[in-house]
């Protein structure tokens, strides 16, 4: 069953992806039989298929690297033919030439596949029919220019919402981190409790990656895309937002290891602890006020609605227990940069 699991996705194509790649497989086969006629066009079907790819940029390059390895396999294999003639071994001799010239040419991989295989069909199956390697050609060149036709005209594929739902998915992570610091310094903690404290605040860096591929992959999308100008100031909105969330989250991280690292049972009974949890607190539901889309089951109350922002009060330090104050100290400069990556502001 392990194996089995093996082979399904962790989610499905699209359905609207899978209707673009049925209908420019079926439109590519029939106008490659209609301009090559006399045999199955299953190269122009092929090439549609790979080439509806979930962006336009990859739906281009896809078609670039199938053309180029159809092409230059046919290439290899009429060299090949030429200089060695035909026979059962030649064809072997022109799949090994084949993935010598991709190797010494550092091709992608879609493009080294494609010409052995071309290369070996052409001196396999061409041997025997007229005209076969000009047809493939041409049958790949219309497949790959259908399908690329065929994603960029039917709905040309945005992955900007995606983007943005893992930057606010990212934030609301790291608004929580922030409020588990605050939980932490009011009341006692296990050793355990402290341990797991700092586990999940060290998986932000792994969200933060899963993000960046997100940002990634909705610029992607928008590259050669009809409707870029409509949707990229969301984009950028998007990354201007991730590159503060960077901050916070080595910030996050920091405070968390301080207060895993000194905490002592006698913590919460220090004077100033109490305001500095309310103004880690507070820190924590400014930074939810940043979220690219507020949260429709978000209910604050009044007071949270009302209350000033974080450390926009003084803030009194009374001089703390001298095992307590390089952990103060530390969780009051950590949280001073995170004010200020929130705000944009620097403190006087």
């Not at 079907?45 to 078609?63: F, K, M």
């Not at 590259?223 to 969301?234: K, L």
């Not at 910030?251 to 968390?256: I, K, Q």
């Not at 930074?287 to 003084?314: F, G, I, M, N, Y």
């Amino acid at each position: 069953m392990r194996y089995l699991d093996s082979l399904r996705a962790s989610a499905r194509v699209p359905l609207l992806q899978a209707a673009k790649m049925a209908l420019a497989t079926i439109a590519a086969w029939i106008l490659a039989g209609l301009l090559i006629p006399g045999q199955l066009p299953a190269f122009a079907g092929i090439a549609a298929l790979l080439v509806v790819q979930p962006s336009l940029n990859q739906s281009l390059s896809r078609a670039i690297e199938r053309s180029i390895g159809v092409i230059a396999g046919v290439l290899v294999a009429y060299v090949v033919g030429i200089v060695f003639g035909s026979g059962y071994w030649v064809v072997l001799l022109s799949i090994v030439a084949a993935i010598a010239v991709t190797w010494a040419l550092r091709l992608t991989p879609t493009t080294s596949v494609q010409v052995p295989i071309s290369a070996m069909l052409v001196l396999s199956i061409g041997a025997t029919t007229p005209g076969y390697a000009v047809d493939r050609i041409v049958e790949t060149v219309i497949g790959a220019a259908v399908g690329l036709v065929v994603n960029v005209f039917v709905v040309p594929p945005i992955a900007i919402r995606p983007a943005r739902e893992s930057v606010d998915a990212l934030l609301d992570e790291i608004a929580d981190r922030i409020d588990a610091i605050a939980g932490a310094l009011t009341a006692p903690q296990t050793p355990s409790r402290l341990d797991e404290l700092l586990l999940l605040a060290r998986l932000l860096r792994p969200m933060l990656e899963k993000t960046d591929a997100a940002l990634k992959a909705a610029d992607d999308s928008l590259s050669i895309n009809p409707r870029r100008n409509r949707h990229e100031p969301g984009l950028s909105e998007a990354v201007a937002l991730r590159d503060r969330l960077a901050s916070l989250v080595s910030r996050t991280a920091a405070m968390t290891r301080t207060l895993h690292d000194r905490y002592v049972d006698e913590l919460p009974a220090e004077p100033t602890i109490a305001a500095l949890a309310e103004e880690t607190r507070r820190a924590a539901h400014d930074l939810r006020l940043l979220r690219l889309v507020p949260r429709a089951d978000a209910e604050e109350s009044v007071h949270e609605q009302t209350e000033p922002p974080a450390l926009t009060a003084p803030l009194t330090v009374a001089r703390p227990d001298s095992t307590h104050w390089i952990l103060i100290g530390s969780l009051l400069e950590d949280l001073r940069r995170i004010r200020e990556e929130i705000t944009g502001e620097e403190l006087a």
